[in-house]
């Protein structure tokens, strides 16, 4: 496709990637429809594609070129951050073609192959491939498998060959590790990217140049001078339809296991060798191995979840999670957990990471809150006048940004000292909407660059920590708690703080979904 639609206004920030075919099993699918043809668009608009890009859409429904392309210009009309400009979507469809499959028949991989082969001569291209598995998990195995027979997943000489795997990755350590020597035996793990689209997000990526390009956090990054650190995750939102997989999941599976987890290690992480993906995310594995072990009686201790009953939002009655269609009679899923994290390491040793996520809640939003210790109790912090701590804020989502709370004395002949905010916007400072998670993603795997997704060993951590809860959990859900919907969770969460002289921050965004 042509990429001078429009020139790239940045183009020190982002590489051109070289020509590929990127291959989506799962075409018809809500990944497809709302991310990844969306973000494909976009990256298009700004001229961040390779000039010759092929993009497949493999699915079982029959079904033309021009009938698939109609659908995506609907789709992308709907959840695409910019506007879709005729022309524009006219040169980028043209890359896109659909080949109907059923996933377990050989003969469709043989038939698709035989497609990419004749694309890449007649445009002269070599034969990179990125293949995306936009899927239920439990098509992943006949997929990987016949990639394997159909020596798809084989690099050719004049090529690579990559996956791309959505999440989840296993639901639990045993089938995480399984699931990781299927695609091993597929591909290697140099050519596996996993997905969390938490990573794509443009402030999780600043997480890392706020502590490493500033010299004056650094220092002070630490248990010296960290009381403790919130990570929220709140979410106005229900299971939307998705209660089918949700109500196996659970809060704890479907967003701490991954999403949160990957804020806290870069959050925590000791600064990498260098900016290669290994060096990051070896430095994040170190993290994952140093969280102290919650399981037994200490799950009950440290960690509370909790299921929404019918409430309002926004003045709008909201049913409960029991009554929502698809959730099982009875069910004890969570859908709100909050967690007390220790990491024994020399850096953190003491100081508690409090990590929560929550749907309907009153607001969404997701920060990453360091709250810093009280000066010490003379001078201005005397009875009469308890200090609030600092406070620096890493807002994810939305209003991406970062503030940083002070005391300040207020104007006049009297001493009065007030909470002061310095605030920086992305919206504002930069002038330009940030991209979206799935763009930047699918950029760096056609890029070959790895740094934003998560190892096998990453994600096997990840699940060893997490399946220490679930066990305690599987014995008896006598402590699910219950929190009415548009609240910020159970009174059992704001306890969990008050033991370590601590409480949740209310997060004041605007409601956005
Ligand atoms: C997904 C979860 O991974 O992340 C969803 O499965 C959740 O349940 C979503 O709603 C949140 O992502 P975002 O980008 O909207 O914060």
Same mark, same amino acid.
């Given at each position: 496709?042509?990429?001078?639609l429009?020139?790239?206004?940045?183009?020190?920030?982002?590489?051109?990637?070289?020509?590929?075919?990127?291959?989506?099993f799962?075409a018809?699918?809500?990944?497809?429809?709302?991310?990844?043809?969306?973000?494909?668009?976009?990256?298009?608009?700004?001229?961040?594609?390779?000039?010759?890009?092929?993009v497949?859409?493999?699915?079982?429904? &029959?079904?033309?070129?021009?009938?698939?392309?109609?659908?995506l210009?609907?789709?992308t009309?709907?959840?695409?951050r910019?506007?879709?400009?005729?022309e524009?979507?006219?040169?980028?469809?043209?890359?896109?073609?659909?080949? #109907?499959?059923?996933?377990?028949?050989?003969?469709?991989?043989?038939?698709?192959?035989?497609?990419?082969?004749?694309?890449?001569?007649?445009?002269? =291209?070599?034969a990179?491939?990125?293949?995306?598995?936009?899927v239920?998990?439990? *098509?992943? &195995?006949?997929?990987?498998?016949?990639?394997?027979?159909?020596?798809?997943?084989?690099? *050719?000489?004049?090529?690579?060959?990559?996956?791309?795997?959505?999440?989840?990755?296993?639901?639990?350590?045993?089938?995480a #590790?399984?699931?990781?020597?299927?695609?091993?035996d597929?591909?290697?793990?140099?050519?596996?990217?996993?997905?969390?689209?938490y990573?794509?997000?443009?402030?999780?990526?600043?997480?890392?140049?706020?502590?490493?390009?500033?010299?004056?956090?650094?220092?002070?990054?630490?248990?010296?001078?960290?009381?403790h650190?919130?990570?929220?995750?709140?979410?106005?939102?229900?299971?939307?339809?998705?209660?089918?997989?949700?109500? *196996?999941?659970?809060?704890?599976?479907?967003?701490?296991?991954?999403?949160?987890?990957q804020?806290?290690?870069?959050t925590?992480?000791?600064?990498?060798?260098?900016m290669?993906?290994?060096?990051?995310r070896?430095?994040?594995?170190?993290?994952?191995?140093?969280?102290?072990?919650?399981?037994?009686?200490?799950?009950?201790?440290?960690?509370?979840?909790? *299921?929404?009953?019918?409430?309002?939002?926004?003045?709008?009655?909201?049913l409960?999670?029991k009554?929502?269609?698809?959730?099982?009679?009875?069910?004890?899923?969570e859908?709100?957990?909050?967690?007390?994290?220790?990491?024994?390491?020399?850096?953190?040793?003491?100081?508690?990471?409090?990590?929560r996520?929550?749907?309907?809640?009153?607001?969404?939003?997701?920060?990453i809150?360091?709250?810093?210790?009280?000066?010490p109790?003379?001078?201005?912090?005397?009875?009469?006048?308890?200090?609030?701590?600092?406070?620096?804020?890493?807002? =994810?989502?939305p209003?991406?940004? =970062?503030?940083?709370?002070?005391?300040?004395?207020?104007?006049?002949?009297?001493?009065?000292?007030e909470?002061?905010?310095?605030d !920086?916007?992305?919206g504002?400072?930069?002038?330009?909407?940030n991209?979206?998670?799935?763009?930047?993603?699918?950029?760096?795997?056609?890029?070959?660059?790895? /740094?934003?997704?998560?190892?096998?060993?990453?994600?096997?951590?990840?699940? /060893?920590?997490?399946?220490?809860?679930?066990?305690?959990?599987?014995?008896?859900?006598?402590?699910l708690? !219950?929190?009415?919907g548009?609240?910020?969770?159970?009174?059992?969460?704001?306890?969990?703080?008050?033991?370590?002289?601590?409480?949740?921050?209310?997060?004041s965004?605007k409601?956005?979904?």
């Amino acid at each position: 496709m042509n990429s001078s639609l429009s020139p790239n206004s940045d183009p020190i920030s982002r590489i051109i990637p070289e020509p590929c075919s990127i291959v989506i099993f799962g075409a018809t699918g809500d990944l497809t429809h709302r991310k990844l043809i969306p973000a494909l668009y976009n990256l298009a608009a700004e001229g961040g594609v390779p000039s010759s890009l092929n993009v497949v859409g493999v699915a079982r429904r &029959e079904k033309s070129n021009d009938a698939f392309r109609d659908e995506l210009k609907i789709s992308t009309s709907k959840f695409s951050r910019s506007p879709v400009n005729e022309e524009q979507w006219k040169s980028f469809s043209h890359s896109i073609s659909y080949h #109907r499959a059923e996933f377990h028949s050989f003969d469709g991989y043989l038939e698709l192959a035989k497609k990419l082969t004749e694309y890449e001569s007649t445009h002269n =291209i070599p034969a990179n491939r990125l293949f995306y598995f936009a899927v239920a998990p439990d *098509q992943f &195995e006949v997929i990987l498998h016949n990639l394997k027979q159909s020596c798809l997943s084989k690099p *050719q000489e004049n090529g690579w060959t990559r996956v791309i795997i959505e999440k989840p990755f296993g639901v639990n350590l045993e089938t995480a #590790r399984h699931l990781n020597k299927l695609v091993h035996d597929s591909f290697p793990e140099s050519s596996t990217y996993r997905i969390d689209h938490y990573l794509g997000k443009e402030t999780a990526q600043n997480i890392m140049v706020l502590r490493f390009a500033n010299s004056i956090f650094e220092s002070i990054w630490n248990s010296k001078h960290i009381h403790h650190v919130q990570i929220t995750a709140a979410e106005s939102l229900g299971v939307e339809g998705r209660a089918g997989y949700y109500d *196996q999941a659970g809060a704890l599976r479907d967003m701490v296991q991954n999403h949160l987890l990957q804020l806290l290690t870069l959050t925590a992480m000791e600064p990498p060798m260098s900016m290669s993906p290994d060096a990051i995310r070896d430095e994040k594995v170190k993290v994952l191995k140093s969280l102290r072990p919650i399981k037994g009686d200490s799950v009950i201790k440290h960690v509370v979840r909790a *299921q929404y009953t019918e409430g309002m939002i926004l003045n709008q009655s909201i049913l409960g999670y029991k009554q929502e269609t698809g959730v099982a009679q009875g069910s004890s899923t969570e859908t709100y957990v909050a967690l007390q994290i220790a990491i024994d390491n020399w850096r953190w040793a003491g100081v508690p990471f409090f990590v929560r996520a929550g749907k309907r809640m009153p607001h969404a939003g997701t920060e990453i809150a360091i709250v810093f210790k009280e000066v010490p109790p003379v001078l201005f912090n005397t009875m009469g006048h308890v200090l609030d701590p600092n406070v620096l804020v890493i807002r =994810i989502q939305p209003d991406e940004g =970062i503030s940083f709370t002070m005391s300040a004395k207020t104007p006049g002949s009297r001493l009065h000292i007030e909470p002061v905010k310095m605030d !920086f916007h992305y919206g504002t400072s930069f002038g330009k909407p940030n991209p979206e998670a799935y763009e930047r993603l699918l950029l760096d795997a056609m890029n070959g660059d790895a /740094t934003l997704f998560a190892r096998s060993d990453e994600v096997e951590e990840a699940w /060893t920590f997490i399946d220490g809860i679930e066990e305690a959990w599987n014995i008896s859900s006598d402590d699910l708690d !219950f929190y009415p919907g548009g609240s910020w969770g159970p009174e059992s969460a704001d306890a969990l703080l008050h033991k370590n002289q601590a409480s949740w921050r209310t997060l004041s965004f605007k409601n956005t979904k």
